[in-house]
């Protein structure tokens, strides 16, 4: 009996150190893994760096493919794994599944034209779609809000994350001096990351922040300035996995006050070491970080500063918090993330 053929989009993995890269990577995988009933195809950029290593079928994206999909028919099932859809939901047959990461433009100060054009290309492919998917319940609200049609086709899938292994000889390409408060992302203004230079008042810490750079930098340096620290904050720009794992696992805490998040992955993984893990209380992350977490409930510094020392007096004190930490990390399977998936496969195709 012939597989149903299935097309899944990781056409967001062309840029490495972002999110989506990562949530391909390893949802991509997983699937891989988990699959026996499937005949699967990944759409892919030709120069992305990871390829899954020819562990499936390739089908590489083209300009032309806004206009014209020759392979329209071809699949039974096609999974856009992301709200941008470059190969469209409208240019395919067959039954159609979305995964929406976040509708942050909804929570950003955007020009009203531009939200509308966003808005009114999300419900042409929601529209479009059998079956939407959000990376957690507070996404899965943000939808049905904004976007009423997706009444009776919403279902809520978890990302996992990654338990980064550390070699115990490596050494980053900048290494702290001083015991260290981490944070990654893209250094954008929906991070927030401005407001952690504060909690270097008071102590002798640093500030490591991971990620793409943006002009944003620049208020986050000024920051720093007024709380006369910008010796102590270092912007190392992207780093790689290695760097990535020996900074969570070697940092004092974990701090993360995004204002605009879908789901938040560096929290898990920062939780699989065991880490104290500081959190805003806006969209997803009091989902994801649950009680494992401890949560900035102002981003006045004098607030911020008093749930630093007195989260950090806690998880010093209390006996098997770190266990606590990484039990609440595990329940964050890729593996897990990968089974409802290929379940909702086979829910779509009637199988």
């Not at 120069?47 to 493919?65: N, V």
């Amino acid at each position: 009996m012939q597989k149903p053929a299935v097309l899944v989009t990781f056409d967001s993995m062309k840029y490495p150190n972002s999110g989506f890269f990562y949530f391909g990577k390893s949802l991509g995988n997983c699937i891989l893994d988990e699959n026996d009933r499937f005949d699967l195809t990944y759409y892919l950029h030709r120069r992305a760096i990871y390829q899954f290593e020819d562990r499936m079928k390739i089908q590489y994206i083209s300009k032309l493919h806004k206009v014209f999909f020759p392979s329209r028919g071809q699949y039974d099932l096609v999974h856009f794994t992301d709200q941008y859809c470059r190969l469209r939901p409208q240019r395919v047959k067959g039954k159609k599944i979305l995964t929406v990461h976040d509708i942050n433009f909804m929570h950003e100060q955007l020009p009203p034209r531009k939200v509308k054009k966003k808005l009114d290309r999300l419900t042409r492919h929601i529209d479009t779609c059998d079956k939407v998917v959000a990376i957690s319940n507070f996404v899965a609200q943000d939808i049905l809000k904004h976007f009423p049609s997706a009444q009776g086709k919403i279902q809520v899938i978890y990302n996992g994350a990654d338990k980064l292994i550390v070699d115990e000889d490596h050494q980053p390409a900048y290494q702290p001096s001083r015991p260290f408060i981490f944070a990654i992302g893209h250094v954008a203004l929906k991070k927030n990351f401005a407001v952690l230079p504060a909690l270097l008042h008071g102590n002798d810490y640093e500030l490591i922040i991971a990620g793409i750079e943006t002009p944003y930098k620049d208020e986050i340096v000024a920051e720093a300035r007024k709380w006369h620290c910008e010796d102590r904050v270092n912007i190392t720009g992207p780093v790689s996995d290695a760097d990535k794992a020996w900074y969570y696992k070697n940092c004092l805490a974990f701090a993360f006050p995004s204002i605009a998040e879908g789901f938040g992955l560096p929290v898990i993984e920062a939780m699989y070491f065991g880490k104290p893990v500081f959190l805003s209380t806006h969209t997803s992350l009091p989902e994801v970080g649950g009680d494992a977490a401890f949560y900035f409930d102002s981003f006045e510094s004098g607030a911020m500063q008093s749930v630093f020392a007195a989260g950090m007096e806690k998880y010093n004190a209390t006996k098997d918090i770190q266990a606590g930490i990484m039990a609440h990390a595990e329940t964050f399977n890729w593996h897990n993330t990968a089974r409802q998936y290929l379940a909702l496969y086979n829910e779509c195709l009637g199988l």
